[in-house]
């Protein structure tokens, strides 16, 4: 049986959005299904950023991740004398570049970008809708073992480690994190996604529910880089409503919308004590500048300092590292030329100057990163590298599209 692309599709939003914690106990490690289909899929496409002609991004990305793995493999005598967990926790951080090469992730035609649109489209409407089942009926309530959530003996596992907001009022408060294990990496899928969701419907009404439920889950899940991330959207979103002929009359018919409901509901309902609350305990009244990662990035700086050689190879076996802070991680861990070349690929294929509503998402997880970016985490690198191929294929196929002046019935007609 051959393996047409939209079963790729099909597993890669499976996998990466909706079940990104599936997986298996090893002894007591976690081997997620979406980690490695995210590698064997990230070593295949290597191979076609090779060949790849044309492509600055390609060969950008090819670079970078041959550099990433030579300076990995430079620091590799420091790292086997801290030990083998320091190797396998280098090695994760090591495939999460890899990850660059979902750039050139196969969407050879409309129908292939259609067909992973509405992958993507349920597949966010389902994490929402698990969400929402979460609230209704209890976290514990409702997971699946080994599909929506991964844990030894006990659920409060995975409570007690990432999901409790402490000293939130008189009881500590739970975070939402549907099928993510983590509110913050929940919020960050919703940010990431949420623009190339609405992008996806035709119907006004459903972008805007996409909008206003959107950022009720971004406050429910308790994280302040997806309050931040999502208001951060809000305005991209506007900008380009704004400012692009292309977009303005949806655009600007969905952030109107989306504004007049949002105020209507203020004044006949209320803003919801809970979520006022979440963003005020978690936003409005939190110092930022009292912060163990500033901490973390001063003790990187100094000893960065006393040995420059370590801002050109990076220290993989630092003893304390900075790993909330992407741009900061990638430097601490590879280096500045890495740094680089990370974000000279993201640059020349997100193409950020030619601003359009479905790259919002994007953009604004590269500002959530500076803050809290958990791309070492699973599934986010996976999903920011597809986020990228699906706004450049987005792109390319509406200027092919534009130029050739078909009154096709397009996805690009959509948002």
Known sequence: MTLKYSHIHAISALLFLVFPKSGLLVGSAPLYFSFAFGVFLS???????????????????????????????????????????KIAQMAFALSAIWAVALIAYPIPSVKSLRSLLLYVKWGYWFILFYAGCQLAFGPEAVAVKNVTALYEASFDEILNKHNIIRGMGAENTAKTFSTYQNGNLFSISIVMFLPIAAHAHRS???????????????????????????????????ACAAGSSRISKSGGTVIMVFLMLSALYLVLY???????????????????????????????????????????????AADVLVYEILPLSIAQFFGFFVLFLFYGTVWTSLKPLNLTFFKTGALAYLV????????????????????????????????????????????????
Request: glycine content about 8%; charged content about 15%.
């Open 43 to 85: 070593a295949i496409l290597m191979l076609r950023l090779i060949v790849s002609e044309g492509e600055v991004s390609h060969r950008l990305a090819a670079f970078l991740i041959f550099l990433a793995t030579a300076t990995w493999m430079i620091n590799f005598p420091s790292l086997a004398a801290e030990g083998f967990l």
């Open 204 to 238: 006004v009404l459903a972008k805007v529910a996409v909008f206003f439920l959107g950022g009720v889950f971004c406050i429910l899940s308790g994280s302040a880089s997806g309050m931040i991330g999502y208001a951060i959207l809000l305005l991209l979103a506007a």
């Open 270 to 316: 209320g803003i919801p004590e809970k979520l006022l609350a979440l963003v005020e305990y978690r936003v409005l009244d939190r110092d930022f500048s009292d912060n163990g990662r500033w901490v973390k990035t001063a003790i990187w700086w100094n000893d960065a300092m006393n040995n420059p050689l370590k801002l050109v190879v990076g220290d993989l």
């Open 368 to 415: 959530m990163s500076i803050g809290e970016g958990g791309y070492w985490l699973t599934p986010i690198a996976y999903l920011f590298g597809l986020n990228l191929a699906i706004c450049a294929a987005i792109a390319r196929f509406s200027q092919q599209e534009s130029c050739s002046n078909s009154p096709s019935r397009s996805v690009f007609k959509q948002g």
